[in-house]
């Protein structure tokens, strides 16, 4: 059954505070909200526009070294961005590719930025990286009741 | 030995162009080429910044874990490094033989695997220089242009991508992170109802990849003698074969042949790998150069991947596949065999191999059945080896008393493409860059070249912001005389 809302986080698990999404979709799954679907994977792709379709509201959570800690929310459009030259595509693109899908905009979609430090592989999640991910779940918490 | 426009006999005296990173490839690969004030290409190398910290993470653990943890090393390709280190761990247990459902689930998971690969690289990341051009515009050379201009191919590539995905799910346990192979066979076989919902897409995914096949043979047809000569070099390759020379893309042994066609090694054991292939080092590159022993370091490079695999197998086991190989082979006389972009062509039959195979393995009902491990008689060491989408992918691992990882060694099939990528790449660059002004245009026709061969660089790490291309063209001063950058939001600044 599909779910209104979908909270889709991304990263390696085993590459520092690249963790930080899937970490997030960890957390965030075992409060078992209803009406709530957390998906994960290492990095997004155009399949992931099909999940997508039927939703309410979406939630994308990342990590960034790019983000004002302790982390970011921005609400995004469709764009056609140079991330479809990767094999790793930006929650932008993927709703790019669902309006190319289906000829229609995508459910409203909201970026959640957390600010992580280091990324090689076989680190733990920084202790700031930590403390981030804390604030981003107490603010997706207000979200989802909003 | 250096080969031709490896090395430039005076650096110092010449500009350097960088592509940094390539895209459409997984990872970090740069390209750098020097240039002569005429603009004559002196040298052109590609770097891939390979992690050697592969062992490190690795060692230590159980090996149980290790086909788990391994599957974090890439993440465009985890399923891949999932089954070639349970074949490894199948053999350090002494197990010869898995039972009937787990070789065919495991089969089920590696097809699916080549199937989503295929589809993305193909729809997604080929097809915009394909059906566009080499030199297009680079706002449109992507897969949203690929949308607008041709979107129920992009529909096909999205949706066949999601069937490939599904078959890893269900075969794996999970979307990503799965746990289906285990050391010694599976810890789960197909659910019924899961074996429904394949079998309703199946044929449409084999039509689909049909159709894909006779794509491309078009686009040869059409551009026959641009795509023959594209980035052509003669090479050795190297792939798995099955007992009776036929394609197997999940167990067999290893057969290679030099450039000119001739046997240098056929049903090698590959646990004995090492007895064939050596590795050399170059003093430019973190990434190794792999040979074959019997040839030497200087002659013995090879490729790998979907055009080795299709030119090389005797046959291939499934009936549309092997009747569009015969059509691959006989092509203008044979000529796209050796054509790099050949890649492409020999790819998209094997993605019908993968249909073909998943359509019969849904129809087997081993796949339901519930004898999943089989065991054997401990060993101190394990080599698992598969045919990855991109190519012959080799796990080795030594584990000690108190069954934790002392020693592992693993050879990507991007290593194994090393210097057939550098080849192509200066092959292009000779033959389209040389004395001309540089453009995104021009320099895209050596990443189309190395995109050929679908590397993946296994690097699964991606934050935001991380994924820019800078072009640069810098002075023998190291004066940066132009650049062109592109970051994550699109082309932000190009040449002057």
């Known amino acids: 059954m599909i ?27 075992a409060l078992q909200l209803p009406g709530v679907e957390c998906l994960t994977d290492f ?64 459910p409203p979609c909201t970026l959640l930025a957390i600010r992580g430090e280091r990324f090689d592989l076989g680190e733990e999640v ?7 991910l804390d604030a981003a779940l107490a603010w997706a918490r207000l979200w989802l009741a909003g | 030995m250096s080969f031709e426009l490896e090395t430039a006999i005076s650096p ?26 005429d603009n004559k290409v002196h040298q052109v190398r590609l770097h891939i910044v390979e992690f050697r910290g592969f062992e490190k993470f690795i060692q230590g653990r159980p090996y149980w874990e290790v086909p788990v943890m391994v599957q974090r090393l890439c993440g465009i390709c985890p399923v891949s490094h999932h089954l070639a ?3 490894a761990m199948d053999m350090m247990l002494g197990v010869k033989q898995l039972t009937p459902t787990a070789e065919k689930i495991r089969r089920l998971m590696h097809y699916g695997q080549i199937l989503q690969s295929h589809a993305l690289h193909f729809f997604h990341l080929a097809s915009p220089d394909l059906l ?41 346990g999970k979307r990503v992170h799965g746990t289906g192979s285990i050391p010694g066979g599976v810890n789960k076989s197909l659910a019924p109802d899961e074996r429904a919902e394949l079998l309703k897409d199946i044929y449409q995914m084999m039509a689909w990849s049909r159709d894909a096949v006779g794509m491309i043979r078009q686009l040869f047809e059409q551009n026959l003698v641009e795509y023959n000569a594209f980035g052509r070099f003669p090479s050795a390759g190297m792939s798995l074969v099955r007992a009776d020379g036929a394609m197997d893309l999940y167990h067999g042994g290893l057969r290679a042949r030099d450039a000119d066609g001739n046997t240098l090694f056929d049903h090698f054991d590959y646990g004995r790998y090492w007895e064939v ?68 062509w020999a790819r998209m039959i094997e993605m019908l191999h993968a249909a073909e195979n998943i359509k019969d393995l849904l129809h087997d009902d081993d796949i339901i059945g519930d004898d999943l491990i089989a065991t054997g008689e401990r060993q101190g060491r394990g080599v698992g ?48 860059l040389n004395g001309r002004e540089i453009t995104e245009g021009l320099l895209n026709h050596i990443e189309v070249a190395i995109r050929a061969f679908d590397p993946c660089l296994s690097c699964a790490t991606h934050a935001l912001g991380r994924m820019p291309l800078e072009v640069a063209i810098v002075g023998a001063d190291g004066t940066v005389i132009d650049e062109a950058t592109r970051d994550h939001r699109g082309l932000t600044r190009a040449f002057a």
């Open chain 2, 385 to 432: 080896v598969i045919e990855a989408p991109r190519g012959t992918l080799i796990h080795h691992y030594r584990v000690d008393e108190n069954d934790l990882v002392i020693r592992a060694n693993l050879i990507v099939s991007t290593t194994h493409n090393n210097h057939a990528m550098n080849t192509a790449a200066r092959e292009v660059a000779k033959k389209y």
């Open chain 2, 277 to 344: 292939i050596g590795e050399d080092v170059k003093p430019w590159s973190y990434m190794k150069f792999p040979f074959f022993k019997s040839l030497g370091p200087d002659d013995g490079s090879y490729r790998v991947g979907p055009l080795t695999r299709v030119t090389h197998c005797d046959s291939i086991p499934t009936p549309l596949a092997d009747k569009e190989r015969e059509e691959f082979m006989a092509f203008d006389g044979g000529s796209v065999t050796g054509a790099t972009l050949g890649y492409h």
């Open chain 2, 132 to 172: 566009f051009g080499f030199g297009s515009d680079v706002g449109a050379r992507n897969i949203t242009g690929i949308i607008a201009a041709h979107p129920e191919i992009a529909k096909k590539g999205v949706l066949l991508r999601k069937f490939g995905q599904e078959v890893i799910r269900m075969t794996a």
């Open chain 1, 3 to 29: 779910t209104p809302t979908l909270i889709f986080g991304w990263g390696n698990p085993s590459r520092g505070d690249d963790a930080l999404g899937p970490l997030f979709i960890d957390r965030m799954a």
């Open chain 2, 85 to 87: 280190s349970s074949k």
């Open chain 1, 43 to 106: 990095q997004l792709q155009v399949e992931h526009a099909l999940d997508l379709e039927n939703r309410r509201r979406i939630l994308f959570v990342d990590a960034s070294l790019d983000a004002a800690p302790p982390f970011t929310v921005t609400l995004l459009a469709p764009a056609r961005d140079a991330s479809f030259t990767t094999h790793a595509m930006t929650p932008a693109a993927v709703m790019q590719v669902y309006v190319g899908l289906h000829d229609e905009a995508p």
């Open chain 2, 12 to 37: 110092e005296k010449l500009r350097r162009v960088a592509i940094d990173p390539v895209s459409r490839v997984e990872g970090h690969g740069k390209v750098t080429i020097l240039l002569g004030d």
């Open chain 1, 126 to 132: 920084s202790p700031a990286a930590a403390s981030h």
